[in-house]
């Protein structure tokens, strides 16, 4: 049986590899993200996909533009937890059970207890 690939876009891959880096705390806050962060055959996007993806990952809460510093990296507190794909890369850069506590605390919070 075959596998299907499902080919991804340049943004998408961007997006991914700065979001499993923060994630995978290999760039830690308070730390500027920069295209020479990316993976070799990621390092020449244009602006705009560079711009298209920082926009991704200000949305989920991991990075945000700081005038005169950058785009900086924000504390694990600030991202937003509930993403999808924020979700399934914390699992795969081996913390599932952060955010299994992460969950767990925020079931806590919205339901009474019993």
């Keep these: 049986m075959e596998t299907k ?3 991804r876009s340049l943004i998408d891959r961007v997006i ?4 499993r880096s923060i994630v995978g705390r290999r760039i830690a806050p308070g730390a500027r993200i920069e295209r ?4 070799e055959d990621l390092r020449a996007v244009s602006r705009t996909v560079w711009r298209e993806a920082v926009q991704s990952l200000v949305a989920r809460g ?3 533009p700081i005038k005169r510093r950058g ?4 504390p ?10 924020l979700l399934g ?11 299994l506590t992460e969950l767990h605390g925020f079931r806590r919070m919205i339901e009474p207890a019993a």
């Design 71 to 74: 785009t900086i990296v924000r």
């Design 89 to 99: 890369w914390l699992v795969l850069e081996g913390r599932a059970h952060d955010v």
């Design 36 to 39: 020479d962060g990316l993976p």
């Design 5 to 7: 690939i499902l080919k």
């Design 16 to 19: 991914e590899a700065h979001g």
């Design 76 to 85: 694990e507190d600030a991202w937003n937890i509930l993403d999808g794909d």
């Design 62 to 64: 991991l990075v945000a």
